[in-house]
């Protein structure tokens, strides 16, 4: 059964980092490409980023690039997303998904 959790999420300043993790099992993490998807309330899923396999390769949305670093520990089974510099519009569910799954999410609210 493929698992993913995700934990770190929580309520920060504008212009303060937040560090996401996502436990992953169920199936070939170390040859999976992961990825990080929000969505803001009221709006549809947004892509965020994502890396492949060997964590050589990481890919942004326009929106968060020079700000997100994902990042992955194949020994650990576990992907992360460091957010700095955060926005208000950055508020929103993390959630972290492989090719066809999704986990439940983790909450991130950025306000003053």
């Known amino acids: 059964e493929v698992q993913l959790v995700e934990s770190g999420g929580g309520l920060v300043q504008p212009g303060g980092s937040l560090r996401l993790s996502c436990a992953a099992s169920g199936f070939p993490f170390s040859r999976s490409t992961m990825n990080w998807v929000r969505q803001a309330p009221g709006k549809g899923l947004e892509w965020v980023s994502s890396?492949?396999?060997?964590?050589?390769?990481?890919y942004y949305a326009d929106s968060v690039k020079g700000r997100f670093t994902i990042s992955r520990d194949n020994a650990k089974n576990t992907l992360y997303l460091q957010l700095n510099s955060l926005k208000t519009e950055d508020t929103a569910m993390y959630h972290c998904?492989?090719?066809?799954?999704r986990g439940p999410g983790t909450q991130v609210t950025v306000s003053s």
């Open positions: 998904s492989n090719e066809a799954f």
């Open positions: 890396i492949t396999s060997g964590g050589d390769t990481t």
